[in-house]
């Protein structure tokens, strides 16, 4: 074991010569990639809804088990789309602080107005019970996040959205490949949202989709998605240069096929994570519940600093100095970022779970370029350090 001075943040060598990142950064073979590329120069069709982006969009419906999956260029403009495809041009959404920026300004460049509700410290997730007492009668729909591939309340917001009248939305960036009492999360809500960007399990290079079941909504959300004046299915007041190129639809199609391996490989790397950073005291790692199935791509530890004896931070930047990056989902809650914190009523909204969350909640990398004995070395090196926190936290406050 190193001493204190040792690590690398104090002058010694890191635990890892090249940088592990959170992100997937899962790739189908070269071979695999320049034959789908190959195709797409010989047709000479690289956008306006190709037939790769056709047949992405029937694949990923039939893997979700929807009757629609409308594909777009990324998982904001999914968002963004869904809020408009909803139809409201004024109103309230209830939706988490506790989340990606990009969940709560697509509601506002829809014109609705977010209303920021806090989330369970077991699930990070809003819970019917929280979001009823912010139903007003301007309260048009509620936002939820799966966030960490989590279930968030479907069945109990679905009941509590039909008790109101409301619409209900998921966003799903993180959910390729989870399940809730067997069905996929895409199958809940009016409209649930993926994303498809570089560092998802499922990577088409940036990209995104809307899923539902419903005819009207499909449809309403098919032509906002593109100026193509053969894409039009429903009348609609705007509408967006969203479409999926060829190039992503082909990334896409090699990285689905490739879905069940790799969340067999990130379940084997969770699992570790699990045996060893939960015996860890000050440690709490999330996993899913017994009747419900994960993608495993997020190791979203919340940090304890009293038990663990250093805070979150000071673990990140001793990590980070190894070269092992974590991320601090997410810092500040959005409600707390631009344009929401000059809101004189938002400085002022206290959501405690979400603000314990974001000083608290650090995730560990995860992913192809990593093996498991990669992963066992990490948990090696957050064991030392917890082992050693009095003495580096000392030493961490006389180089701050």
Known sequence: MKRPDQWALFGGTPSFA??????????????QIEVTFRGIFERQWYTNHGPLAREFDIAFARHLGVKHAITVNNGTVALMVAARTLGFDQGEVIVPSFTFPATVQALSWAGLTPIFCDVSPETH???????????????????????WGQPCDPEALAALAEEFGLALLFDAAHAVGCTHHGRPLGQFGDLATFSFHAT????AAEGGCIATNDDELAARAKTIRSFHPGEQYAPVDTRINGKMS?????????SLAELESNI???RQRHMIYQQRLGE???????????????????????????????????LARLLDAENIICRRYFEPGTHRLP???????LRVLSLPVTERLCRDVLVFPNGTPMTEDDVSKICDVVEALLAQAPA????????A
Do not use: F
């Open 264 to 266: 067999a490989a990130n």
């Open 200 to 203: 998802k399990i499922v990577n």
């Open 246 to 254: 060829e190039a992503q639809a082909g990334l896409a199609l090699l």
């Open 280 to 314: 860890l005291p000050g440690l709490r790692l999330l996993t899913p519940a017994t009747d419900d199935t994960s993608n495993y791509q997020y190791v979203t530890v919340v940090i304890d600093s009293e038990r663990a004896g250093l805070c979150r931070d000071q």
């Open 125 to 147: 997730t809003l819970t019917a019970e929280q979001v009823r007492p912010l139903i007003t009668p301007s309260t048009v729909a509620i936002a939820g996040v799966h966030l």
């Open 18 to 31: 090249q940088p592990l990142h959170v992100g997937q950064l899962n790739l189908p073979q070269w071979d």
């Open 339 to 345: 344009p929401y914190r000059d809101d004189p009523a």
């Open 392 to 399: 580096l936290r000392a030493k961490l406050e006389q180089v």
